[in-house]
């Protein structure tokens, strides 16, 4: 039986990752940090599954990831999906992004290396390091890939970047088996609800059950131009899983190839429960707006698809269904 770690267990992913390794009979070690309230909503489903382990642990402590590393060192496979991972957030909080975000990976890495860890290991990077970088030809249907810059934008991007340039600096200077997930956006029902596309279903959710309450406080956003690349996260876990399972480490983007405004969000999302025109019920508030913003991206998955096999399961109008649907009921 093959023993996984996931740091980040209690968050979308953590939760989805979890869900696939068990059914493919791991054995899941999941490091939730510590919290004054429960935080283990995403995972109530497993907390009693044989072969599932809950252990107390925060990435910015180098002796936590030690010790979680001293009591399961026949690990096989590791997965740091742990980040303060909410763009906006890391510009009030930079700081402590950076601690989370950036330095958590490198603690991880060296206690791999330190403690002589035969595991392999995947780095949750992020499409956001591509920042400002949009200055593609989209005539020329070129997107965002393996190949293109890092143009960070953001506290967290540059964060990301750090530790995404700390995985393969590990593969290339100490021979770790690490690979980097470059995931492009990836919602779903599990999605924390401060993120845009939760925000909004988990808003219209609401609206509904009030009755479609004309006098419901109004849904109160930011910028509603950007483009992004939404896939489903049920399918982002099993490119994490595969890129594992190759002898060679290498990193990839996995995106779907399409891109969509926030106003096509809430178009589709908004049609779904019969609004055709839904300019009443929202409101851009500055609040909402970010000192600097990522405008445009659209990825290319090919070399995923290549050598993974992976492709993406789920359209844009999918997810967003299953996202209204959701929280409708
Ligand atoms: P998420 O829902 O915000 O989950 C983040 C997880 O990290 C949570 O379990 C959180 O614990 C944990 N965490 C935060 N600080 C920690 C610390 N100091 N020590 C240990 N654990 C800590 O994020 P997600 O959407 O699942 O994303 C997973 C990873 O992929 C993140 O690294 C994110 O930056 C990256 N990523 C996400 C996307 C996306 O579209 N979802 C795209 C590209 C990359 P609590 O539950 O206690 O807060
Ligand atoms: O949903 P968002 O907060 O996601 P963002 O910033 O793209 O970051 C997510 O995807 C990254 C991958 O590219 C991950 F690495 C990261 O961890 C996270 O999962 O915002 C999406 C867009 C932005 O352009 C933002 O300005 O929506 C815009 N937006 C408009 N109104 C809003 C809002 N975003 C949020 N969170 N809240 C709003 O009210």
Request: aromatic content about 12%; some cysteine; charged content about 25%.
């Amino acid at each position: 039986m093959k023993k996984a770690i996931i740091f980040g267990i209690t968050g979308q992913d953590g939760s989805h990752l979890a869900d696939l390794l068990l059914e493919k009979e791991y054995e899941v070690v999941g490091v939730s940090r510590r919290a004054s309230t429960d935080n283990t909503q995403r995972i109530k489903h497993i907390l009693s599954n044989e072969n599932f382990y809950l252990m107390q642990g925060d990435i910015t402590d180098a002796y936590s990831v030690i010790n979680i590393f001293k009591k399961h060192s026949n690990v096989d496979e590791i997965y740091n999906l742990a980040a303060q991972s909410h763009v906006a957030v890391s510009f009030k909080q930079p700081a402590l992004t950076w601690d989370i975000t950036g330095k958590g990976c490198l603690n991880i890495l060296q206690s791999i290396v330190d403690l002589g860890i035969d595991a392999r290991f995947y780095q949750a990077s992020s499409s956001e390091m591509f920042g400002r970088n949009y200055d593609i030809d989209r005539s020329q249907n070129k997107f965002q890939n393996e190949d293109t810059k890092f143009m960070p934008q953001s506290p967290y991007a540059i964060a990301k970047c750090a530790a995404h340039y700390m995985t393969t600096l590990f593969r290339e200077a100490y021979g770790i088996h690490s690979s980097a997930g470059i995931l492009f956006n990836h919602e779903g029902e599990r999605r924390g609800e401060t993120f845009v596309t939760r925000k909004i279903t988990k808003w219209i959710g609401d609206w509904v059950k009030s009755g479609k309450d004309l006098n419901f406080p109004k849904l109160r956003l930011g910028n509603l131009e950007a483009f992004r690349d939404w896939g489903y996260a049920g399918d982002y876990v099993e490119a994490m899983w595969m890129m594992l399972q190759q002898d060679s480490p290498q990193d990839y983007v996995i995106c779907t190839g399409k891109t969509h405004t926030i106003r096509e969000f809430l178009d589709v999302a908004f049609l779904h429960v019969g609004m055709e025109d839904w300019s009443d019920l929202v409101v851009q508030d500055p609040e909402f707006y970010r000192p600097a913003e990522v405008d445009y991206l659209r990825g290319d998955c090919s070399k995923a698809n290549k050598i993974l096999g992976w492709t993406p399961k789920h359209s844009f109008e999918d997810l967003v269904k299953k996202m209204v649907e959701h929280d409708v009921s």
